[in-house]
């Protein structure tokens, strides 16, 4: 499975953003795909996840309210709408998906969001 992330950029707090993740190389293998990030100087942490043949989801309690995560219906891209953007969601967001429970074999490139104050 290969994954590839898209858009990135600047905004300004308040603002909104979607990220997408195209997913190819047999991705209807996938069993569970997420979002991470990693702002500079900390550690990647998780931001939402889904259930790709159920869509079920989970979020982090930061982004709890005001990030949602998707696919489509033919299970070939996820998506990230994020709103009420803060500068503390500044950093790069990673897409990673598993063929099993908990487990992410599959990485994309990242993208970069800064969110300006």
């Known amino acids: 499975v290969h994954l590839v992330e898209s858009g990135g950029g600047l905004v300004q707090a308040g603002d909104s953003l979607r990220l997408t993740c195209a997913a190819s190389g047999y991705p209807s293998s996938i069993y569970t795909a997420a979002w991470f990030r990693q702002a500079p100087g900390k550690e990647r942490e998780f931001v939402a996840a889904?259930?790709?043949?159920?869509?079920?989801?989970a979020y982090s309690d930061s982004v709890k309210g005001r990030f949602t995560i998707s696919r489509n219906n033919a299970m070939t891209t996820m998506y990230l709408q994020m709103s009420s953007l803060t500068p503390e969601d500044t950093g790069v967001y990673y897409c990673a998906a598993g063929k099993t429970k908990g487990a992410y074999s599959y990485w994309g490139q990242g993208t970069q969001v800064t969110v300006s104050s």
């Open positions: 889904i259930l790709w043949s159920g869509r079920t989801t």
